[in-house]
């Protein structure tokens, strides 16, 4: 083992955990309770036209961006851990979207009637694959096993024909685009292009309540910060250490006995699952799901966020999507037909003079400034 990882191998048996990163590892625990604790503290009790205080439309917006952030890092633990790009992941979670928007959709439209858009197509009864939508349960259960099936019947085949590189981004774009082209027939029984939407409750308790959202943002805030926790220590395992030797040299990783078809399958599916729970929680605090989610942008967009805060870092990809998607949404107000371009530059940016993305940006700049 030691002689297919040697740098990996010795920093885990040689290096102990310093006193720094121990540092900077709490410090972004604590930012991120902070801004779980903050943020509802000056929704609630901070006064309207004070200049501390949160809007509740700034809340729907940060909580937004907090299942961006968990995306993000799902395609850092495939892409930078494992060195596999994945140009698909928004079909992951749009599905988890459509699996909870199913849910309210049949809770707006009462007991036994049928989703406003099915009247509006005159069906006269559920498709088949509506029949449990009435459960909570049921439809919070395939928020992971929708996406996570999935990944895992592409996964498999594609990993066990070796594809890789930039093929294996093409299918997983090839995928998702047809999903979307699925998704917008009306004849699926998803909505068609306008998808699901006008959402009134969640379990009777309603949604446009800026208290109701204001519990959304606290609960994403803990799932990402669960996320984290989690991905970390896979990172530090013998798991991740094997993740980051089949991206570094699959061959040789074979050549030890290794199977990278499991490993590679396992974290492929395990990033799927979370990006499917981003996008349970994303429909919930912004009230609609589409098959525009799918697009290939919007993949190709979580690939950008990953670049531009720093692949594997795990806190990279987590900066890079509020930093990017804040500014996108300055710049969606203030400016919108320049938003494309101004996107499309920072990625060229970031490839040519900030490989490391804005976190290795933030470290050097810090070596500089230390005596």
């Not at 809007?55 to 395609?75: F, P």
């Not at 004849?187 to 292009?193: C, R, V």
Request: glycine share 10%.
């Amino acid at each position: 083992m030691s002689a297919v990882l040697p740098s990996v191998a010795i920093e885990k048996s040689n290096s102990p955990i310093s006193a720094s990163r121990l540092l900077r590892w709490w410090q972004v625990l604590l930012a991120l309770w902070v801004v779980t604790l903050l943020v509802p503290f000056l929704n609630l009790w901070v006064p309207e036209g004070h200049w501390l205080h949160v809007s509740d439309y700034l809340v729907s917006l940060l909580g937004k961006m907090l299942c961006y952030a968990m995306c993000a890092l799902a395609l850092d633990l495939i892409w930078g851990y494992t060195g596999i790009l994945s140009l698909g992941h928004g079909l992951f979670f749009a599905l988890g979207g459509y699996c909870v928007g199913m849910y309210l959709m049949r809770e707006a439209a009462g007991p036994g009637a049928l989703p406003a858009f099915m009247v509006f197509l005159d069906w006269k009864a559920l498709p088949w694959h509506w029949a449990l939508s009435d459960s909570l349960v049921v439809q919070l259960l395939l928020v992971l096993v929708a996406p996570g099936l999935l990944a895992w019947v592409f996964g498999y085949f594609a990993f066990r024909s070796r594809i890789k590189g930039v093929y294996f981004s093409i299918i997983t774009q090839a995928l998702t685009y047809a999903a979307m082209l699925l998704f917008f027939r009306n004849e699926t029984g998803f909505g068609g292009n306008n998808g699901f939407t006008d959402f009134k409750s969640l379990a009777g308790v309603p949604l446009a309540e800026p208290t109701t959202r204001l519990w959304l943002f606290v609960i994403s805030g803990c799932v990402l910060i669960a996320f984290y926790l989690l991905a970390r220590w896979i990172v530090g395992s013998k798991f991740g250490r094997l993740l980051q030797a089949i991206r570094d040299a699959e061959s040789r990783v074979m050549f030890t006995g290794y199977d990278p078809l499991r490993y590679k399958l396992a974290i492929w599916v395990l990033s799927a699952l979370m990006c499917g729970v981003a996008g349970a929680l994303y429909v919930l605090q912004v009230g609609i799901i589409n098959p525009s989610e799918m697009s290939t942008a919007a993949s190709i967009e979580m690939a950008v966020w990953v670049a531009v805060g720093g692949r594997a870092t795990l806190v990279g990809p987590i900066l890079g999507a509020f930093f990017v998607n804040g500014t996108k949404s300055v710049f969606t107000v203030l400016w919108p037909e320049a938003w494309l371009f101004v996107l499309g530059g920072l990625f060229i940016v970031v490839t040519l003079f900030l490989p490391n993305g804005l976190l290795g940006l933030l470290k050097s700049l810090k070596r500089k400034v230390k005596p």
